[in-house]
Structures are given as C-alpha cells and as structure tokens.
C-alpha cells in the first residue's frame, strides 16, 4: 500500500505537542486536531522533515503570533466553517520515516498556493526573529 505523503500547505489530522506540554515533560499531543505543514523538506540524508503548525478554533492571546485562516479557505481545505487560527510561533519538528505520530490516513485538505505562502512568509519573519519555539518530535 502507498503511504500518502504531505507536502507543504497540505492539512492533516496530528497529535501535536504544545510548547507548554513539553516543557512539563509530557510527551504525546493530547488530542488529534488539524495542523498545517508549512514547510516539508527533504534532507541531504533522504529523510522528510516536517515542520508543523498547530491550527486552533480557540481565540489566541493578545501575545500569539497567529494568521487568522479566511472562510473560503477553510472551506476550500475541509475545515470546520467556524473562526480557525494558525499559531505561527510554535511549532512541532517531525521526521516522516521515523515518525511514532504521523498517521497516513489523516489528510483533511489543503490551504491554496497563495494562503500557504502567505502562512510560510509570515512564519519564516517570526522564526528569524526568534520568535518560535521548537518541540522535536523525533524521540
């Protein structure tokens, strides 16, 4: 069986592991909820590294860097009709190949050309300021 693969801008279905959880040392996400690869790259040993972004129904704090996601794509990526963010100052580092929390069968959808680019301009600002927190997936 061929596995399905994510690419950038695609939406799927993760248990991600909030910054705050890890800091606590707890290990897993909580709950599968819908997350964004805002980037995917290959790296010079062939594995996938996948870079994540939790995407939340719950208003943010003032503080958050977040991308408020507009109703044509939530409905253009199958997701819910309701307010969605993308949080841009967290996110999860996963390697696809070793991967214990990437599930193959959990592709929602994805954001258009133009929104993704948008979300991964606005993300690669925040990570050069050093605004991001980085929780390696890969134990």
Known sequence: MRMNKPVSGDIWRYD?????QADVGETEGRKA?????????????????????????????????????????????????TPLWIILDEYNHDVLETSFHFNPNEKIGRFSRAFHLKALK??????????TKRVMRTE
């Open 33 to 81: 909820r819908p997350i964004t690869f805002v980037t995917v790259i290959i790296d010079k040993t062939g594995q996938t590294n996948l870079l994540i972004l939790p995407i939340t129904s719950s208003p943010p704090a003032p503080d958050r860097k977040v991308l408020e996601i507009p109703q044509i794509e939530r409905r253009r990526a199958g997701l819910d009709d």
């Open 122 to 131: 606005a993300f690669a600002f925040i990570a050069k300021e050093r605004l």
């Open 16 to 20: 991600y592991l909030w910054h705050w």
